[in-house]
Every structure is written in structure tokens, then in C-alpha cells.
């Protein structure tokens, strides 16, 4: 199971920082992702990292978002930045097998619920 927490309404420019809880399998190997969707879009793919702390992202936000983790925890995080309207949406944690799936979404076997993030 994967909760994700930290979502919330900030203004363009300022900062959030998404947490993802992992339970019910404490395998360090999983590759876990951060995705988005926006009203009216298809769910998007924003961050990805590896057992060995490796990150991809997106271009879109390259620079401004950083994910991270705490294995000892289960815990992945997102922190954004200067962000933009257009980074409104539901952001979801999930984890999948290998990273190099990258945002192939089928390919991820675990999803969280989704939080809210609103960018006026």
C-alpha cells in the first residue's frame, strides 16, 4: 500500500514537499516514480528512483522537483520548487520492479490514492 501526503494550494514560485508511505511490502529493490495528472490531461510521469538512489525526470521539471527517499523508513519524497500553474494536479506515488520501465505506467504495480496539488 502507498499513501501519499504533503499535497496542498500554494502560489506560483513557492515550495511543497509530497511524501509517499510505503506498506504491506518492505522490498528495498522496488523502483518507486512520482506521476501527475492535470484536469482534462493524461497522467504524466514527473520522477523516478532507484534502489541505489539513481533519479530520472522529466523535462518539465527538471531543476525545480527532487525526489528522494528514506529506505529505512519506505518513505519517497518530492520536493518541488518554483512552481507553476501548470504543475496543478493529483500526484501520485507507485512503485514498480525495475526503473527501467521509466514512466511506462503499466508497468508500475502499486499506486497510491493521489494528493491534490493546486498552483494559482
Known amino acids: 500500500q502507498l499513501v501519499e501526503s504533503g499535497g496542498g494550494s500554494v502560489q506560483a514560485g513557492g515550495s511543497l514537499k509530497l511524501s509517499c508511505a510505503a506498506s504491506?511490502?518492505?522490498?528495498?529493490?522496488?523502483?518507486m516514480g512520482w506521476f501527475r495528472q492535470a484536469p482534462g490531461k493524461e497522467r504524466e510521469g514527473v520522477a523516478t528512483?532507484?534502489?541505489?538512489?539513481?533519479?530520472t525526470y522529466a523535462d518539465s521539471v527538471k531543476g525545480r522537483f527532487t525526489i528522494s527517499q528514506d529506505s529505512a523508513k519506505n518513505t519517497v519524497f518530492l520536493q518541488m520548487r518554483a512552481l507553476k500553474p501548470e504543475d496543478t494536479g493529483i500526484y501520485y506515488c507507485?512503485?514498480?520492479?525495475?526503473?527501467?520501465?521509466?514512466?511506462?505506467?503499466?508497468?508500475?504495480?502499486?499506486w497510491g490514492q493521489g494528493t491534490q496539488v493546486t498552483v494559482s
Open positions: 507507485a512503485a514498480t520492479v525495475n526503473c527501467g520501465f521509466g514512466f511506462r505506467e503499466e508497468r508500475y504495480t502499486y
Open positions: 528512483i532507484d534502489s541505489d538512489g539513481s533519479t
Open positions: 504491506g511490502y518492505t522490498d528495498n529493490t522496488y523502483c
